[in-house]
């Protein structure tokens, strides 16, 4: 070392008369000196004019700090090497804030991974139980052990609806502890959505009745096949009708729409509720996404099914949105590829292959 400043001297203890004439190695950590590191970048920064690098380096006192150097290969006017210039920063604080933010992440990952966990194991044992209390109760309701009386039918309807209830919950728990793991799927063939909006429309009238609305299956004529999981595609229609009709105002009308438009098979459900602000749309297909207004609280749930249909749609390659307007209801509608499409350009991929 044969020049030192004021800046060296306050990042690294040592006063000009201290250092000029010791090792460059000096402050190097004993194992970066037995690694060689020192020689190698000095070699690097001839080689190639300059280096760059960080690292730990210790101070007089014995500390360490986080530099960021520049070795420059230096030459005098005859074009003769005679040294090298370097420049350091001391970076700790900044390397400081990048590990905390780095434990962090590493933190939040471990607790969203033992949500994950706790939610998949909690699932399955709660299963169990309701599944118990659905089958002993349609014992009952059937009056297999005995003749039931108006009143006794009535609590059994509203007990068997209220496991159904949480047996929906535990699905909607399982699914999403799956997609969190990298393990949900979908199994697509070839499929008739006509037939599928024919059933879940049908097995939700009954709710939508409850609440005097209208429920209208306005799908006419023939649509094309489209490729896809029929169950999770009815899922997906399942919570779209069943979201409709919790936000959707007594004696109103839930309309469910078909068309093709291209390669995708569009499938909509329009309500004539309350509608939903645009500020809000990111939110609702996510996890947990429930918007926090009264009535959305008032309606129940626990805002998965939105996240999941998304989930569901996208692993068939279609999107899922929503068009809505406050005070003018809401539409929400998802698309799916149509079977021909699907299976021509698998045609198409296999000559290219062959050829």
């Not at 649509?223 to 029929?230: H, Y």
């Not at 899922?235 to 105002?249: D, E, H, R």
């Given at each position: 070392?044969?020049?030192?400043?004021?800046?060296?001297?306050?990042?690294?203890g040592?006063?000009?008369?201290?250092?000029?004439?010791?090792?460059?190695e000096t402050?190097?950590?004993?194992?970066?000196v037995?690694?060689?590191?020192?020689a190698?970048?000095?070699?690097q920064a001839?080689?190639?004019?300059?280096?760059?690098?960080?690292?730990?380096?210790?101070?007089?006192?014995?500390?360490?700090?986080?530099a960021?150097?520049i070795?420059?290969?230096i030459?005098?006017?005859?074009?003769?090497?005679?040294?090298?210039?370097?420049?350091?920063?001391?970076?700790?604080?900044?390397?400081?804030l990048?590990?905390?933010?780095?434990?962090?992440v590493?933190?939040?990952?471990?607790?969203?991974?033992l949500?994950?966990?706790?939610?998949?194991?909690?699932?399955?044992e709660?299963?169990?139980?309701?599944?118990?209390i659905?089958?002993?109760?349609?014992?009952?309701?059937?009056?297999?052990?005995?003749?039931?009386?108006?009143k006794?039918?009535?609590?059994?309807?509203k007990?068997?609806?209220?496991?159904?209830?949480?047996?929906?919950?535990?699905?909607?728990?399982?699914?999403?502890?799956?997609?969190?793991?990298?393990?949900?799927?979908?199994?697509?063939?070839?499929?008739?959505?006509r037939d599928?909006?024919?059933?879940?429309?049908?097995?939700?009238?009954?709710?939508a009745?409850?609440?005097?609305q209208?429920?209208?299956?306005?799908?006419?004529?023939?649509?094309?096949?489209?490729f896809?999981d029929?169950?999770r595609?009815?899922?997906?229609?399942?919570?779209?009708?069943?979201?409709?009709?919790?936000?959707?105002?007594?004696?109103?009308?839930?309309?469910?729409?078909?068309?093709?438009?291209?390669?995708?098979?569009?499938c909509?459900?329009?309500?004539n509720?309350?509608?939903i602000?645009?500020?809000?749309?990111?939110?609702?297909?996510?996890?947990?996404?429930q918007?926090?207004?009264?009535?959305?609280?008032?309606?129940?749930?626990?805002?998965?099914?939105l996240?999941?249909?998304?989930?569901i749609v996208?692993?068939?390659?279609?999107?899922i949105?929503?068009?809505?307007?406050?005070?003018k209801g809401?539409t929400?509608?998802?698309?799916l590829?149509?079977?021909a499409t699907?299976h021509?350009?698998?045609?198409?991929?296999?000559?290219?292959?062959a050829?």
């Amino acid at each position: 070392i044969v020049t030192w400043n004021r800046g060296a001297e306050r990042i690294k203890g040592y006063s000009a008369d201290e250092i000029l004439g010791c090792s460059y190695e000096t402050f190097f950590l004993p194992e970066d000196v037995a690694a060689g590191r020192p020689a190698r970048l000095l070699a690097q920064a001839r080689a190639e004019g300059h280096v760059e690098d960080q690292g730990w380096r210790k101070r007089k006192d014995g500390s360490r700090f986080w530099a960021d150097a520049i070795i420059t290969a230096i030459y005098d006017e005859r074009g003769e090497f005679v040294g090298y210039g370097k420049v350091t920063r001391d970076l700790s604080e900044q390397k400081a804030l990048e590990e905390q933010r780095q434990q962090l992440v590493a933190s939040l990952r471990q607790s969203d991974e033992l949500k994950d966990q706790f939610l998949a194991i909690l699932s399955h044992e709660l299963r169990t139980p309701i599944n118990a209390i659905m089958g002993f109760g349609s014992v009952l309701d059937d009056e297999v052990l005995g003749p039931l009386n108006s009143k006794q039918h009535a609590y059994m309807e509203k007990l068997l609806g209220g496991a159904d209830t949480m047996l929906q919950l535990v699905n909607d728990l399982l699914d999403m502890s799956r997609i969190q793991a990298g393990r949900f799927s979908v199994s697509p063939r070839t499929a008739c959505l006509r037939d599928a909006i024919e059933q879940v429309v049908s097995s939700m009238e009954i709710f939508a009745q409850a609440k005097h609305q209208h429920l209208v299956n306005a799908v006419r004529g023939e649509l094309p096949s489209v490729f896809a999981d029929e169950q999770r595609v009815a899922q997906v229609l399942t919570n779209l009708i069943s979201n409709a009709i919790k936000f959707t105002p007594e004696g109103g009308t839930i309309t469910v729409r078909a068309r093709q438009e291209g390669s995708q098979l569009f499938c909509e459900v329009e309500d004539n509720g309350r509608g939903i602000d645009l500020k809000h749309f990111p939110k609702l297909f996510q996890r947990f996404g429930q918007l926090d207004t009264s009535n959305t609280r008032a309606a129940g749930g626990i805002g998965l099914g939105l996240s999941i249909a998304k989930a569901i749609v996208e692993a068939h390659g279609g999107e899922i949105g929503v068009d809505s307007e406050p005070g003018k209801g809401s539409t929400f509608w998802f698309s799916l590829p149509v079977a021909a499409t699907v299976h021509a350009g698998a045609d198409a991929a296999t000559v290219a292959e062959a050829s």
